[in-house]
T-cell receptor, first 114, second 112 residues
Framework: GAVVSQHPSRVICKSGTSVKIECRSLDFQATTMFWYRQFPKQSLMLMATSNEGSKATYEQGVEKDKFLINHASLTLSTLTVTSAHPEDSSFYIC??????????FGSGTQLSVL | GENVEQHPSTLSVQEGDSAVIKCTYSDSASNYFPWYKQELGKGPQLIIDIRSNVGEKKDQRIAVTLNKTAKHFSLHITETQPEDSAVYFCAAPNFGNEKLTFGTGTRLTIIP
């Protein structure tokens, strides 16, 4: 099956710093990747759609200057949380579209901002 | 957009019994319905999916049924085992694009 690798799995940072999360499709090319945020005991909330070679499309209410997305190649998308604050603490998950509409997820990144 | 409702929110079953989780969707044009299993601290894992040209699909102890007329689909897990304990999410496409709308999740607990 298709494998999506996400790093780091856990990060703790100080308030005001920036954090970069990487999402890689290991055995397939993904022109489209998605970034989600998940609060404890809740469903996945789509933040943005990452398109290779073009600007990301953000969902309503998601600050594009806060959550920078770069999709520089067919196998790599990055999410940078800029000037992180405690309210940005959350579980962030990426996904990539494989063959036949199947969506495969990374293992998630638990971000804790002190 | 697509609206997906999932029930129940929590489900406890005795080991060896069956578990059923149900979802309804709103967009009659939707044609792909995946189910994901999420363990604590991990990303969701695709466990089974079904397309609208069939009414049922099985993979060992897991099956999914689809009723297009009623716009609902269900996940069936038979002979449940402790490792089946997790949160399960259903999903449906959002207006035929690659985005998926997820249900609110079902926390399944298998009682040994």
């Amino acid at each position: 099956g298709a494998v999506v690798s996400q790093h780091p799995s856990r990060v703790i940072c100080k308030s005001g710093t920036s954090v970069k999360i990487e999402c890689r499709s290991l055995d397939f090319q993904a022109t489209t990747m998605f970034w989600y945020r998940q609060f404890p005991k809740q469903s996945l909330m789509l933040m943005a759609t990452s398109n290779e070679g073009s600007k990301a499309t953000y969902e309503q209410g998601v600050e594009k200057d806060k959550f920078l997305i770069n999709h520089a190649s067919l196998t790599l998308s990055t999410l940078t949380v800029t000037s992180a604050h405690p309210e940005d603490s959350s579980f962030y998950i990426c996904s990539a579209s494989g063959q036949h509409e199947k969506l495969f997820f990374g293992s998630g990144t638990q971000l804790s901002v002190l | 957009g697509e609206n997906v409702e999932q029930h129940p929110s929590t489900l406890s079953v005795q080991e060896g019994d069956s578990a059923v989780i149900k979802c309804t969707y709103s967009d009659s044009a939707s044609n792909y319905f995946p189910w994901y299993k999420q363990e604590l601290g991990k990303g969701p894992q695709l466990i089974i999916d079904i397309r609208s040209n069939v009414g049922e699909k099985k993979d060992q102890r897991i099956a999914v049924t689809l009723n297009k007329t009623a716009k609902h689909f269900s996940l069936h897990i038979t002979e449940t085992q402790p490792e089946d304990s997790a949160v399960y999410f259903c999903a449906a496409p959002n207006f035929g694009n690659e985005k998926l709308t997820f249900g609110t999740g079902t926390r399944l607990t298998i009682i040994p």
